[in-house]
Each structure stands twice: as structure tokens, then as C-alpha cells.
């Protein structure tokens, strides 16, 4: 296949759009050493290892790690000398590994049996060599992601050992450098009780960093691994920056680089686009995230006011479904073509990253809730609505007439009216992703059948749960959608409070509080 | 200790006196593999591994060799793009390991068992990450000496694999970019043969490339390794660029910079000293190369006619024995105290790496060399000769009666009358060492013994021989000295001729053809 047209205005738009990053400048709050500790949830407790000032001199595999305190993507760098045996000064260079730290489990634990089908070059680990002591503001060139970073000394000489000084990350982010007021949960009441409105606190901290530290030229899906344009990362991206940082542009950025760069000259769209060394195509092409374009731009224009952006990409968002009408049967089933690789090329149904997830009703209804969200934007832009032409038809229908028809036939393939349940393909699996895509799709006749639909899904042992905090904010989204506020509000403390509690300090692509070194790429350590 | 006060006016002459570098810009002949072969005797042989544009798509765990056709010490710069497997584009960095070769055996073995006591930080290989693709220019920050280099592939991803196009070395040297003319061995007549002529034109070629790459800001003891400034090394060199590359500039600035940085305040002679980052004392110093200060002094005057230099630095050469007349014993027998370092510090006496040599006799013989170096600089300069007090004596003596004494002592303690050779410590150890300083330093009584001490040492089936060119150098010298032209031709051929054959580009510190992957650092891969 060939990728589609480049839309040269579309991409000088964005271009226009590109932010300037901001700097700030910290220091580590100390040293720390990697103690195994079974009780950790990820096996491994930081134990303070003194100051750098005492730290004498550093030989052949000594090392140190610094803890930044807290997470951020940036640069790193030092001052390093030698310490000399004797009179002779650094004969040689020094060697040096250097690996930056998420978690403890990135400076504890060897790399040497990374077994991830992504590849190793994403791992946090860097071998170099400098010449001539003293190397005063080393500079590490490339931008890592780290709390801790941990300094091995590979070899110096019989002449020296080294020294380390001035270590200084520069963290960098389009987000503003001041965080907006920490939510307070004051007018919570006595539901929440206070070590629950704590972790709130510290989750809501966690969730604000994760964005400051993906905010870049574009929203990243993470900010050590991928560094990547993603539609349904940035769509949730956007929307939390709309309510905290209050930025627009970026996010209007990254809508016209996927418009600039088509999947084909159809009009597809991308699922991830490239930004450097220049906007690229991304050569994969997600169902449900080339749907949720519409979403997001609904979202944005609502957020920003944006009227003439709404009506420049209106033509895009519409014509998606377009492309996957197909995917119908006669009777409205929506059905996912087998496909050979896990990810990339067209036709990928994304969803979440539990491997056992069958995906088709999950599909269907957001179809249902991002035709909704065409019709809501081209009201609220005063252009035309668009009409699709439906398997087993031959006349274009409205495309209220459609999503009528798709919620009627999603009812009647889906809902399991004795257990009150939506299910998913031929051995009717019961799962989050399908019941919460129901509901915010408003497949359910009532309110109250959606919400019972999502509490015997969310209490039945067997139901298939969410790997990604991705999915997980959909299922609390639907929660919140029916009223069920507060249970929303306990899962966000249950599932995004066990990643702190397990040492996240950005939170991660893939997370099962159950299996905690799990990982949807196969490695913890690419688990960014 | 604490090193000489660095005398401020010496460095600023040597700092204006700092070359600039010529560039030179060459491109890869070919690509080799790596074929292990008894018959050659470093082990390996290259074989052609076709061209580079045939090489679609490396990927983890692959490998190229670029062969540069010779040896050069500069930088390395290529362009890499993705080879892709669909339509994605590069979706990670790539991480390659990039090892340079002086010799095969360099990107043919593993550094994994390296057992050196000289520094790993030596070992020419590299990790690096590139993050985007195509990378144009990429240029690897760090010097190398290289005639081949290894890429070898860590990681891409499922997505692409790599390709290399403009693999360019910019080779860096003060030397003039052209080479002075190749010797002619026309006149040479038939003792030497037709291969033999062939021979000496190859090791010219490989010397003079020798000498050029280790041409930089200094003269450096070697391209790869070290890298630094020594006396012993300059003095050889410094010769050698009088008669090919004209260049007398630049062991002028080294000599500034040796007198410039003492090793103590009493104006002792670092063995080494240190230009980067800045200008610095070299932590040692040498007996025999703290004395030939004196004449890398007269060998520069004498080439570039500077008398205002010789002027300016007589009194630091002519001083140097001072230091060194009390290692002396009353009945004039030169000592050597005992030490417990291989290298550094004051006192080490250095003639060669042979480990079981016995130095006693060449010190000696060096200083008489030397002294009678300083007397034909005071000569030549117009200028008082130095006088001495020898131990025993109570009165410092004219250099001359110095010289007297010490030849005298010379043929008493270590003539062996019965062999005709000269002998050295309590063993009477012959060695080549011991011979050639004492023919050079003229303590034959006549040409005819000279010549027979040199020969039947020469003949000595246990002769202590020499371990590194440098004293195979004087070797040649000595028999040049007493008329042995053609033996010192022959054993050219021999010596470095057998470099040569076991694939030398340039010639290594140490050489031993009966082990070749003997090393004075214990690893053959820090052989440079």
C-alpha cells in the first residue's frame, strides 16, 4: 500500500502550532540503594545512601543512583572529575553506564533477559566514554524519562577513580511550568473517608505529572517508550489538559498533523503519526481510533470555542465511518476481518490490550458514539450532517437514521437481557470494554438498565477487565454517565491507587494490580 | 609530591606554536568478513563481503565491516535510514555497537575477556542510539584509528531493520597532507633482493603512516591508546618528521610544553605531560627520558637551525643529570633504586617493556650518550657547559671530565672482555639494550670492538632482545654507528617486516614476532 497524500496546509498549520518547550532546572533530593523487598509491590524499596559530597571516589563497577525525587522527561547532566591514586593525572577516559529509572525496577535490575517484542533500543540504559577529565557540564544528549538515575562506573584506570558533581536534570514540556491548583476534596463528604481522599490527592499529582511529562511538540503516548501521536491517547490527553493546563493549540497541533498525514488518499486516518526528523505518515490505521477523531475534535472545539478548526477538520471526522460501514453485516453486526499481527497496518480494532478481549460489540458501539459525536459537531458548526450508506442498502441514510439503526441492532446482537448484561461475540463474553462502550454509546433503553449493566459486569468474577488505564477511564466515564459517581470515584482510588502504591510516579500504558510485572509488550521495563 | 610549578611563558609558547589539523576525507574500499586462519599470524584473515549497496536490511544481531583500504586516526560519519518490513515507519531508536579496528583481530574478537591492566576505557568499541530516521551525517563525537570498523546491529524493531549509505572517515593529522616521497632502493645494489626492496618501500609506507597519525596537537605515543605526550617517543618521531614531513613547529610546542610543566621545582623532566583539557603535569618521570631531553634539544637545533630555542631550553636539558649523578656509587656504577610500581612516580627507568631486562648498563651508557649530547648543544649555542659533582667527589667537574670518568667506569664494570660484549647486573645479563647504548654512547675503545660487541650479541641465542620498536630503533642506530648499514637493513626487513606481514597498518609499541599477541598491557587489543 502507498500512504496517502500529505495535506501540505494542514501540516503548515500544525507546524505553525509547534510550542516551545519549557525548562526547569532540579536537583536530586539525594542518594538511594535498591533494597529487594518482598512486601514492595514491584519488589524493591529505595533505602538512602548518603550524600554525593561523601561519595570519595567511584572505581570500576561502583555506582551510585540518584533520586530525582519525583518523574520527569528532560536531559541530564554533570560534572565529573577524577580522584587520583597518586600524581599522575586521568590517564585514560572514564567509561560510564548510565540508566535512567521510571521505578526502582529500572535502576535494580539487569536489561540482559529483556524479552518485550518492542524493541530494546527503548530501554533507559547508555554506555559512554569521556576523554579528558575534569568534564565540567556533561551534557546527556539524548531526552530520557526518569526519577532515579543510576551511574555505574565501567572502568576508569590504576590512575583514578571519579567524582561526580552537579547533577541537574532539566525536565522539559510545553506545559506551562506552574501546575494548577491541586483538586481539594473538601466537599467530598464522609463516603470518602481521609486516607481515601489522600490517595486522591496523590493520584490526582500523578495523573498531572503523566500529562505535564507527555506534553511535548505533540501529546506522547508515553514519555520514555514511543514518544509517539497517538488519536486515542491524545483525545484523553487533551481533554485533562483542557481542565488543568488549559492548553488548545497543542491539541489542535496534533488533529491537523493526523489530517496532514492520511493513512490513504481516501481520507483515512492515521492511528499514530510521525513528528520527526519530519511530520510522517504512521503507516497503522486503528478502527475505533480513526472514529474517535470526531470525538476529539467535538471536544476540543466545545473546550476551546474554536469554530473555524471545527469546521476546516469537519470533513475529515465525518468521513470515517465511511470506511468501516463495511465492516456491517446485513443485519448490523460489525464484524472484525482476521488479521495476522498483533498491531500496525489497517483494519487494527485497538480497545485495550487484554488479549482475550473480543472486540466486536465494543466496536459497534463506539461506532454508535462517535457518529453521535458527528452529529452533535455539525450541529454546533451549522454545516451538514453526513449520511452513510449501510451494508444491505443501496440509498445513503442520514446519519441520524444510522446511528438509530446501529443502537437497535447493537441491542438485539449484544444485550443479554437475562443477566442484564452487553456481550461480546460468539461465546457472548461479558466484559468492561463492552458494557462501558454500550452505556456511553446510550445503547441501553434507560438509564437505570445501564447502570445495572455496568455494576453486574463490574461484580461478576469472570467479566473481562481492563489492562490499560485507558480503558479503565472508559468504564469510570460510563460509571459516571449513570450516576455511579462514587463507585467511579473508588475504582480510580482501587486501580490508579495501586500504581502508586506500587511506585508510579507517572502513570504506565499497561497496569494489572494482579499481576504487577505484567506488561502488554512482554517486559516491565518497556512498561512506560 | 607536589608536581613543578608550571612555568607560564614556556606554556604560552607552546600554545602558539598549537598546529592546526588537516582533514582528510576517504570513503570505505570494501566490505570484509572475518575468517579465522591459522596461517596468518594474527590469526585472521579478511575476505571480501561484497559492496555496501548490496546489503538490503540489517537487523538485530547483524553485521557489516567497512575495510578504509589503510590506517587513520580522525572521525567516522554516516547516513542511516529504516529498511521498513510494511508501511510503518522506524518506530523506535536504533541501537548499534560500532567498534574500530586498528588490526582484524580488533573486529573480529570479543573485548569480553579483556585482561589488560591498562584501562578498558581504551577498547575501541561504542554504544550508541539513534533516534530518528533517517539519521543524515551522523558523526561519531570521538576520535578513532581505524582501518576498519564494525557495525554490528543491538536492536531496531519488528518494524524495520537498517541501511547504511556514506560510511566517510575524516582522517585528522598536523602532518602536510601530501606524503614526502616514497624511499628508492634503486641504488641499493644486490645484497638486498628484489622482495627485500619490496619490503622496505611497504615498511617506509607503513612508518611514515605511523608517524602521521600520531601527529596531532602533540606527538602522540600512539593513535588509538594513550595518546599522549612522552619524551622518548617525541625524540624518535621528531627525527623521523625532520627527515619526511619537514615539520620542526611541533616538536618545538612539545618540548615547550615539557618545560613548561616540570615534575618538580626543581626543574626534573616530566616523562610525560598532559595537553587536555588544558595543559597539565604528567605524574612521572623517567631516568633515561628526562636525559634525552638534551638530544631531541640538539636534534632540533641541528635540523631547524632555532638557536634562540636551544638557547631558551639549554638550561632544563643540561640540568637533567643533576638530578640523576647520585644514583651513581663512588666507584661510579650506576644504581637502580628499587621500586613497586611497573610505571609512574619518580625514578622509573624505562629502555624497554622486556620484563626481565637488566637497566643498569644502558642508564649508564644513556647518560654519557646524553652528557655528551648537552656538551655539543653548549657547543653549538655558544653557550657554558654544565659541570657535575659525581658522588665521592667533593667538587663539581666540567662536563667533559665527566664524560671521561663515566666511560671509563662504563668499560670496567660492564665490559666483558672475554665475550666482547657488554653486560649488565649482578648476572652479567647480555642483552641488546646494553649494546647499543654503549656503542652509541661511544664507550668502545674502538669501532672494530663496537662492531663485534653488537655482533655477537646480535648472534646470542639468549640475549635479552628487545620488546618494543623504540629499542629496536637504537638497535639499528648502533649498528649504523660501527658501519653494519646492512645488518641494520636486514634486521628492518625482519623486525618490522614481520609487523607488516601480520597485517600492520601502522607500527605497534610492542612487537614480539615469536608471540605476537604478546603485549606490554597484558591484552593484545590495547596494542596499539
Chains 1, 2 share one sequence.
Request: charged share 25%; aromatic share 12%; hydrophobic share 40%.
Amino acid at each position: 500500500m502507498i500512504p496517502g497524500t500529505p495535506n501540505d496546509r494542514f501540516i503548515a498549520i500544525a507546524e505553525s502550532l509547534k510550542p516551545t518547550l519549557n525548562t526547569t532546572t532540579s536537583f536530586p533530593i539525594g542518594l538511594v540503594k535498591c533494597v529487594a523487598d518482598e512486601k514492595a509491590i514491584l519488589g524493591w524499596t529505595a533505602e538512602d545512601a548518603g550524600k554525593l559530597e561523601d561519595v570519595k571516589s567511584l572505581r570500576d563497577g561502583d555506582q551510585i543512583i540518584f533520586d530525582f525525587g519525583t518523574h520527569r522527561a528532560g536531559f541530564f547532566e554533570f560534572d565529573i572529575d577524577a580522584v587520583l591514586t597518586g600524581v599522575e593525572p586521568a590517564d585514560a577516559p572514564v567509561r560510564l553506564e548510565i540508566v535512567f529509572g521510571e521505578v526502582l525496577n529500572d535502576v535494580a535490575e539487569s536489561f540482559d533477559d529483556y524479552k518485550a517484542w518492542i524493541s530494546k533500543s527503548w530501554l533507559p540504559d547508555e554506555v559512554i566514554n569521556i576523554d579528558y577529565l575534569p568534564a565540567l557540564k556533561y551534557r546527556m544528549p539524548r531526552r530520557h524519562a526518569f526519577r532515579y538515575i543510576k551511574i555505574k562506573v565501567i572502568s576508569t584506570s590504576l590512575r583514578f577513580g571519579v567524582k561526580f558533581s552537579n547533577p541537574t536534570a532539566y525536565a522539559v514540556s510545553s506545559a506551562p511550568t506552574e501546575d494548577p491548583a491541586p483538586l481539594s476534596f473538601s466537599k467530598a463528604g464522609d463516603w470518602l473517608s481521609d486516607e481515601e481522599k489522600t490517595k486522591l490527592k496523590r493520584i490526582d499529582e500523578v495523573a498531572l505529572r503523566t500529562l505535564r511529562n507527555c506534553m511535548h511538540t505533540v501529546y506522547e503516548d508515553g514519555p520514555r517508550r514511543d514518544m509517539r501521536l497517538w488519536i486515542g491517547d491524545l483525545r484523553l490527553q487533551a481533554l485533562c489538559s483542557y481542565a488543568t493546563f488549559k492548553d488548545y493549540n497543542l491539541a489542535k497541533r496534533c488533529m491537523y498533523l493526523f489530517a496532514g498525514l492520511p493513512f490513504n488518499d481516501e481520507g483515512l486516518l492515521c492511528a499514530c503519526v510521525y513528528e520527526k526528523p519530519v511530520p510522517k505518515f504512521g503507516g497503522n490505521s486503528i478502527v475505533d481510533y480513526a472514529m474517535l477523531f470526531a470525538v476529539t475534535l467535538l471536544d476540543y472545539v466545545k473546550a476551546s470555542g474554536d469554530l473555524q478548526c471545527g469546521k476546516d477538520l469537519f470533513p475529515i471526522a465525518a468521513k470515517q465511518f465511511s470506511f468501516f460501514a463495511k465492516n456491517f453485516t446485513e443485519d448490523l453486526r460489525y464484524t472484525i476481518p482476521e488479521r495476522n499481527m498483533t498491531d500496525g497496518g489497517e483494519g487494527w480494532h485497538f480497545i485495550d490490550w487484554q488479549p482475550t478481549l473480543d472486540k466486536e460489540s465494543s466496536e459497534h458501539a463506539i461506532m454508535i458514539y462517535c457518529l453521535k459525536a458527528t452529529q452533535e459537531l455539525a450541529e454546533l458548526l451549522k454545516l451538514d450532517a453526513p449520511s452513510f450508506v449501510l451494508p444491505g442498502t443501496e440509498f445513503s441514510a442520514p446519519i441520524t437514521a444510522i446511528i438509530e439503526k446501529l443502537i437497535s441492532a447493537h441491542r438485539q446482537h449484544y444485550f443479554d437481557a437475562s443477566r442484564g448484561v452487553f456481550v461480546s461475540g460468539p461465546d457472548r463474553q461479558v466484559s468492561w470494554a463492552a458494557n462501558a462502550w454500550a452505556v456511553l454509546a446510550g445503547v441501553p433503553e434507560s438509564k437505570e438498565m445501564a447502570a445495572r449493566a455496568l455494576q453486574v459486569t463490574y461484580e461478576m468474577e469472570d467479566a473481562i477487565t481492563g489492562m490499560t488505564p485507558y480503558l479503565h477511564h472508559y468504564l469510570c466515564e460510563a460509571l459516571v454517565a449513570v450516576g455511579q459517581d462514587r463507585l467511579a470515584v473508588k475504582h480510580i482510588i482501587d486501580y490508579w491507587g495501586s500504581m502508586v502504591d506500587a511506585g508510579a510516579e507517572t502513570f504506565w500504558e499497561g497496569w494489572d494490580p494482579k499481576q504487577p510485572r505484567s506488561s502488554p509488550y512482554g517486559d516491565l521495563h518497556s512498561n512506560s
